[in-house]
């Protein structure tokens, strides 16, 4: 008996589904989308190509260095981030214009030890993802803990290593994980398996240390061997080498020489840096790995140094930079010097920060070194650890402010991937009242400062700036990039009678503030200082004030501002003049002001910004998310990871300002805070698998009111990736561990990631909503995911590897991370010149159902011809995982088609469109194999050399069958049989 024929159309616009198997997806969805948008109801569209924008910048027309991290727009602007440095793109030059130097990483510090002892001068070191911590501990023991920084999973806690307190360097090499202690004139080592961390006892490798902290190790490569630099009891410097067991090798080097402290690092050419101080001289050498002594002794500068950290440049042979602190007369004058060495010669000692000591031993990245430094004022309020880059001193990175505590050596940083790890010794601010700090017991710190987090560069424009997230919050202007606020109010102040003057007699009080006024004219203020009072007698003497300087800035324009009241007063009036201010000089310690003023002159200058009781400005921490959220900035990401911070309601004309009573936290369970947004009226907190959220109006600027407190929204998902958060018509659409979801103004969520569910491993690096489209597009480190959710289908566009996107002027602009950017254009189908190709596959399409029997003769597509181009199809049958059959429908040969302005006049060819052929697109092919129970189709534009130029190709309409059907299961071979056939 025949078999019935009839037409089985197919629509192919029914988006992807990745989620459910293709061996039962419904007919119309799809296995893969390439490279298709949805303009019209049941077509698809090939997407627009992407022109490169020059890679060079304006003014000098040189090529940008260094991989990109990101992209962002401020008003009209659009802004890269590479190389570390800030660009803003000229349109009409075709270039980029350089704004500045900005480096963007984001900081982590989580507690590893806290309790009711002491723990100082701790250290560690990684080997995979085990990490050893070690400290100094009130008991009077060196004690260690152990964890996996994969999982946090503490795997040896707080134990005793059964030797004293002292000195002491934590290593890693190879599978093993070592813990140095200096003992009297012993340096003795223990050694930790990371797969079995049971302590092992390795004996004394040294037995002759000359000086308790004359000595230092490092590590050559990961796993082949340590190396020690100490000073013996001759005395003399002693350079030797360890295998993994601790054997010493055959390789040393020793030389007359004395030290009270020393350094060593080996750098990424294995040259062996050693640095050195004793009273009066810093110096320095190089050797290489067999020993050999390469260039110096040589002295770096005639000054005598508490600390030396080594700064090798792995690029160059025999380059290093020598970085060196130095006592001040009080610790608020302590400052950090560094010199220039190469091959021998040493040359530009200058200083490389003031008020600033060492506290870190140095790291690359991107070809620049870092290094961490502590504020250590004589007061303790603001105590305070900075990273700075080695080359100028450029501020990147802030951490516990007024929360640290100094170490006497500099700790070991330790690198994986592209993040850097080291120990630091923290302590808790309990109260503060006058000069008083008092704290909690000192603890450690693991602290990360990782470049390559993907919330590097997160923006968010407000009060006429553009705020950008990373180790200390910076702000661009649209004139330059600087760090925002004020790391440190004014200390110390110090007030003095001076010559016979016109002050009014009594008791005055004075106050200093740091001021600055950025490209829009707004005027930023620093915390005040504390409030000094000097008694002017019946002679009416002038005053004499002097006022730290801020010297941790990148500022080169910030002014000191000099308050002080009437006698006997409480009102703080300005007394410094405005048309020539006290400039800060942030290479000078200390900058002077003489007040000679009577009262009735002062009270009608400016009174002090926190005059009513309106709370003074605090720079806020670094952080990783910002947020704008009813007329406040709102942060998140913090070195509290459950805290975040919002600033006062920001008001025309006056800058953003944070003040530290601002903030709160959010309850410890499901871990830290992922990500933020506002949804409507409600600030969103989102975690890993569940969002809070506050609403209310929040404080004024006095501290009146408040919001809510976190209150937990109902449902079983949370956002794992900030970057990945976007506002669209139903909501918020955003990515959780289980795919993308939208949440609705009533807290209503629903799955909307069914279609690119394979694509959950791939990392968000951006999400833009395309309003002309209708279109969420998703960039990530691979393809990029794009819902059109007027249609409610996917698709996805390919070359597309992306470190970021955004909207400029109504044109999408992603950036990769070699950092060429690329623009959208509607009049192309390239990008940059590489063929954009549109490609989809179907699932297994069964019309007689689940393993039925049909029988498919022909197959036929319907579209719209647009340019030349070859299709591509290919065929599978019965689940297969190889394609059986190929088609390849050349329409140059077989279509002829005569388009605008070819030879065909108008009207000449009966039932031609307009200007020549109809362009109406159907394509029919026989089928080799008709008998199946299951039938797949893949089909894609292909642009060769014989096509000539890449255009839009075609539209894709549907898909249609020609079958038969028996109901019945189709015949399987013998040996897939059981039983009678």
Known sequence: MPVTKQL???????????????????????????????????????????????????????????????????????????????????????????????????????????????????????SGSIALYAWQDSDGQVRYSIEDISTGTIIVNDE????????????????????FIRSAANIKALRFHILEPAIEDMGNIVTDLGAADAWDTSTIGTDENIVLFYRDTTPELQFVQFDQDLTMLAQTLAFVETADICSVEVDDLYQIWMGWGRAGTVRMARANRSATLLDGPTEAEAVTATHIVLAPDSAATGACTICYSIAGGTTDNNYTRAADYLLGVVSGAADLLRSVSLQSKSFEQGGERYVQVIYSPVSGLQTTWFIVRVSDGLVVGKQLYREAFQKVRPSSVTPVGNAYHWLITNRTRLISEGDSAPFSSSGQAHTLFDFGNVNVFNTEEMGRSLFIAGGIMQQYDGAQVTEFGFPLFPEPVTVALGAAGVN????????????????????????????????????????????????????????????????????????????????????????????????????????????????????????????????????????????????KINQEGVPIEFTDTFSDVVESKSGDITAVSTLDDKFIIWKRDRPYYIFGDGPNSTGGGSFTLPTQINIDVGCSEHTSIVRMPDGLMFKSVKGIYTLTSGFGVSYVGAGVEDGNALLVTGAVLNPDTNEVRYVTNGRALVYNYFFQRWSTFTNFEAKGAVN?????????????????????????????????????????????????????????????????????????????????????????????????????????????????????????????????????????????????????????????????????????SIGAS
């Not at 616009?13 to 303009?39: C, F």
């Open 8 to 126: 089985v159309p197919i629509d192919l616009t029914g988006g992807l589904n990745t989620k459910t198997d293709p061996k039962s997806l419904q007919p119309g969805q799809l296995e893969d989308l390439r490279n298709a948008v949805y303009r019209k109801g049941n077509r698809l569209d090939k997407r627009p190509g992407y022109d490169q924008l020059p890679n060079t910048e304006t003014i000098f027309g040189e090529a940008i260095d260094g991989g990109a991290d990101g992209i962002a727009t401020y008003q009209d602007e659009l802004l890269m981030y590479a190389g570390q440095r800030l660009y803003s793109y000229a349109q009409g030059s075709a270039g980029w214009v350089d704004k500045g130097p900005m480096v963007s990483a984001i900081i982590k510090t989580r507690q590893i030890i806290k309790n009711s002892y002491e723990q100082s001068e701790g250290d560690m070191a990684i």
């Open 808 to 976: 400029w002027i109504n044109t999408f602009a992603y950036i990769r991370e070699d950092g060429t950017v690329f623009l959208e254009n509607d009049n192309t189908y390239k990008d940059a010149g590489a063929t954009v190709s549109l490609g989809l596959k179907t699932g297994w399409i069964s019309l007689a159902g689940l393993q039925g029997f049909l029988r498919v003769c022909r197959f036929a597509i319907l579209g719209t011809y647009k340019s030349r181009h070859i299709l591509r199809i290919k065929v599978g049958y019965d689940f297969e995982e190889s394609w059986r059959d190929y088609y390849i429908f050349d329409t140059e040969a077989q279509m002829s088609p005569t388009t605008f302005g070819t030879a065909s006049p108008f009207g000449e060819v009966t039932g031609a469109g307009f200007g020549g052929n109809s362009l109406s697109y159907f394509f029919r092919a026989h089928l080799s194999r008709q008998k199946c129970s299951a039938i797949r189709f893949s089909i894609e534009d292909v642009t060769t050399e014989e096509t000539g130029e890449s255009g839009e190709g075609l539209d894709i309409t549907g898909l249609a069958l020609e079958v038969g059907l028996k109901g019945k299961i189709a015949r399987r071979p013998y040996l897939k």
């Open 504 to 647: 009014t007699p009594g008791i005055h009080f004075i106050k200093a503030v740091y001021e600055w006024t950025d490209a829009n004219g707004q005027i930023q203020y620093s915390a005040p200082s504390l409030q000094k009072s000097v008694t002017v007698t019946g002679g009416s003497e002038s005053i004499d004030v002097t006022v730290g300087t801020l010297r941790v800035t990148t500022r080169g324009d910030i002014t000191v501002a000099i308050f002080m009241t009437e006698a006997s007063g409480e009102l703080f009036y300005r007394v410094s003049s405005v048309t020539s201010p006290v400039l800060n000089d942030p290479t000078a310690d200390t900058v002077a002001y003489n007040i000679d003023i009577a009262d009735a002159d002062i009270i009608d200058n400016d009174l002090l910004y926190t005059t009513g009781g309106v709370l003074e400005n605090t720079q806020p921490p670094a952080c990783a998310y910002l947020e704008a959220f009813k007329g406040r900035l709102m942060i998140a990401g913090l070195e509290n990871p459950l805290a975040y911070w919002y600033s």
């Open 160 to 179: 005793d290593s059964g030797v004293a307190a002292d000195v002491l360097r934590c290593a890693a090499l190879g599978q093993y994980l070592y813990l």
